[in-house]
């Protein structure tokens, strides 16, 4: 008995798992958040500096929490396809911010401020 | 018929139906218009044959502005003008820059785009251009890699330029104008002086003098003007011996309104993928035929109330070598025009370079070139000092508007902004368009050495000195050829509008009475 509980627990939890994966939670993959589009074109380097270029415009949304949610939504869910039309819908709708020059949608500049932040966190370690 | 003015016995008279000052661009087009006709044309030119630097430091002035190049070599003083250091850039005005823009003070034309437009044919053909067709859609059929960016053309616009050779109109049209029996070329015959009768109403004759000492006097039906636009404003102003403000000055408008072109790298564009540009390459000396600039369509310069402006993809990599025009254009006005025939020389070099060309790349910047606003103050004025023939000297004062700042500043931001909602990449703006307070330029800023809008041309004589057809108001028989006559820059080279304009001047001429007491002293040609 002890042992079908066991297996059970770990069927149900495996189940679970690939549920969770195939809607696009992942709470245990690094979240990646770099912009992709943005990526294509600039380094990590110039990523993290138009982060701290954006957090320095708008200081109070230093905050991982509040930007992955401003970004994911409720949920810590990565779905590129999401991103890609944020970003087109920013530049239609006007939502964009000039960061050291770089003329960006709002969401692709919060994900290089996210990554600022998340890249920052893991170098202090 | 070609005559030396120094080899003239002292105080000549000579007689024409037309007497066309200035043999550069327009002086040329007009003359060849006349060419085989009835009209005993007599076109004088200050210059010879070849740069002169004595005759270049007649050019020689102030400039009190925004940094200009040296005037004694920006324009060239001898037969074929400066065409003999243009670039051979040429595109035509875009609509909205004859239309009155509430936006931009001092704007409209009192003619229109399509008064002009048949002009461009014939234009295109004086500058061996293989067609005068300027449309996107076109040049797409003569090549299929001219692939445009999926820009959305209601927002971002393709502007074509082609490339003459370029045309350096005192040697291809030299033999033309010196053969023609009806046309009288006089070299070293610099105009110093027009005088009018006393009510300052019509143009009797000119004065006429030279290195040698010599003076001479041409008398004429009509007369007119293509010194450029910076010295036929000299001109009018220096002739006050009947105005005391001088010709065509009673509302204080000649010399003013000085545009030009304002060129500079801006801003970069990083596309998203590396792709054929081939479309917008840069240019090569005689291999480029046609390229394509960014502009932005009408409804979008309205909506922004910016002016017009075009912007030329340059790969960064050569960008980041390529020194600012300001900062590299010589006050050695031969220096200048020998540099082409380097260039010339050393053709098979850089098209073997060119052939291997890929036109695939992903970083650019953009070379922008900008519609200055029509300012007043921006100006042409006379200095005291005197040159060796004894006319008082140019000053200029080239200002600009917080108007020019924006414009670039938005033009680029709307770019950027299309880029990323067609997916094409993203902009990034240069460190000193960032400020939105600044109203300063950087050393960068260059003109395009199109000297443009001192004798503009207006609907009434309170706004501008020439009327539609180029005629001086309030003087029967004085005309102003060139871009001098343009009451707006628009954003495209002007050689080619220049010429159109002139066409249509020589159509107006063509049309007028010739028949007076001066027949029988000018001599008609059968």
């Given at each position: 008995r002890r042992s079908f509980i066991l297996l059970s627990g770990l069927g149900i939890s495996s189940i679970a798992v690939s549920i969770i994966t195939f809607l696009g939670f992942d709470f245990f993959g690094d979240l990646d958040s770099r912009p992709e589009s943005l990526s294509q074109i600039c380094d990590d380097e110039t990523l993290m500096i138009l982060g701290q270029a954006y957090l320095k415009l708008y200081p109070d949304e230093r905050n991982s929490e509040l930007l992955m949610k401003e970004l994911?939504?409720?949920?810590a869910r990565r779905r590129r396809i999401k991103f890609k039309n944020s970003i087109k819908l920013d530049f239609h709708a006007g939502k964009t911010v000039i960061l050291n020059g770089w003329i960006l949608s709002v969401t692709e500049a919060r994900q290089c401020a996210l990554f600022n932040i998340l890249t920052s966190s893991t170098y202090a370690y | 018929m070609h005559t030396d003015a120094r080899t003239l016995e002292n105080n000549s008279v000579i007689e024409g139906d037309v007497c066309i000052i200035g043999a550069g661009v327009a002086g040329i087009t007009l003359a060849l218009q006349f060419v085989n006709t009835r009209r005993k044309v007599i076109l004088l030119e200050g210059g010879g044959f070849d740069v002169d630097m004595e005759m270049q430091e007649l050019y020689r002035g102030k400039s009190i502005g925004q940094r200009y190049y040296p005037l004694q070599s920006a324009r060239l003083h001898y037969f074929g003008g400066t065409s003999g250091h243009w670039g051979g850039f040429c595109s035509t005005l875009d609509p909205i820059d004859f239309h009155k823009r509430e936006w931009v003070p001092y704007s409209e034309w009192p003619i229109q785009y399509s008064d002009l437009f048949p002009y461009y044919r014939d234009a295109s053909r004086l500058v061996e251009l293989p067609t005068s067709n300027f449309d996107l859609e076109y040049w797409r059929t003569t090549d299929p890699e001219l692939i445009p960016l999926p820009f959305n053309e209601k927002v971002v616009k393709h502007k074509m330029l082609q490339f003459s050779p370029p045309t350096r109109f005192g040697k291809t049209y030299r033999d033309a104008i010196v053969e023609a029996g009806n046309i009288f070329l006089y070299t070293h015959a610099k105009v110093v002086d027009i005088r009018a009768n006393e009510l300052v109403t019509n143009i009797g004759s000119v004065k006429v003098k030279n290195m040698a000492g010599k003076e001479h006097v041409v008398k004429a039906k009509y007369f007119v003007a293509a010194c450029s636009a910076m010295h036929n404003a000299r001109l009018l102003l220096a002739s006050d011996t009947q105005a005391k403000k001088g010709l065509g000055n009673d509302r204080d408008l000649v010399g003013r309104f000085f545009m030009d072109h304002l060129e500079m790298m801006a801003s970069e564009i990083f596309l998203q993928v590396r792709q054929s540009v081939k479309l917008y390459r840069p240019w090569v000396f005689r291999e480029t035929k046609a390229r394509a600039e960014l502009r932005l369509s009408d409804s979008e310069q309205s909506q922004l109330q910016i002016l017009n402006a075009t912007a030329a993809l340059m790969p960064n990599h050569i960008a980041e070598t390529t020194p600012a025009n300001i900062n590299s254009f010589s006050s050695d006005a031969e220096g200048n025009v020998k540099g082409w025939d380097v260039l010339d020389r050393n053709r098979p070099m850089f098209f073997q370079r060119w052939k291997k060309e890929?036109?695939?790349?992903k970083h650019f910047s953009f070379f922008t070139r900008l519609e200055q606003s029509p300012n007043p103050d921006s100006r042409v004025t006379l200095d005291g000092e005197r040159d060796a023939l004894g006319m008082r000297r140019v000053i200029l004062n080239w200002k600009l508007t917080d108007l020019e700042k924006r414009s670039l500043r938005s033009f680029h931001e709307a770019i950027g902004l299309e880029a990323g909602r067609s997916e094409v990449g993203r902009v990034k703006l240069m460190e000193w368009l960032l400020d939105e307070r600044d109203h300063t330029w950087p050393d960068i800023l260059g003109g395009g050495w199109h000297n443009i809008g001192t004798t503009r041309m207006a609907d009434s004589p309170s706004k501008g000195v020439v009327d539609q057809h180029c005629r001086v108001y309030g003087i029967d028989n004085l005309f102003m050829a060139g871009?001098?006559?343009?009451p707006t820059s628009g954003s495209a080279n002007p050689t080619l509008t220049i010429i159109a304009l002139t066409l249509r001047l020589s159509d107006h001429l063509k049309s007028l009475d010739f028949t007076n007491n001066m027949e029988s002293r000018s001599g008609l040609f059968q």
């Open positions: 994911y939504g409720d949920f | 890929k036109f695939r790349y871009s001098s006559c343009f």
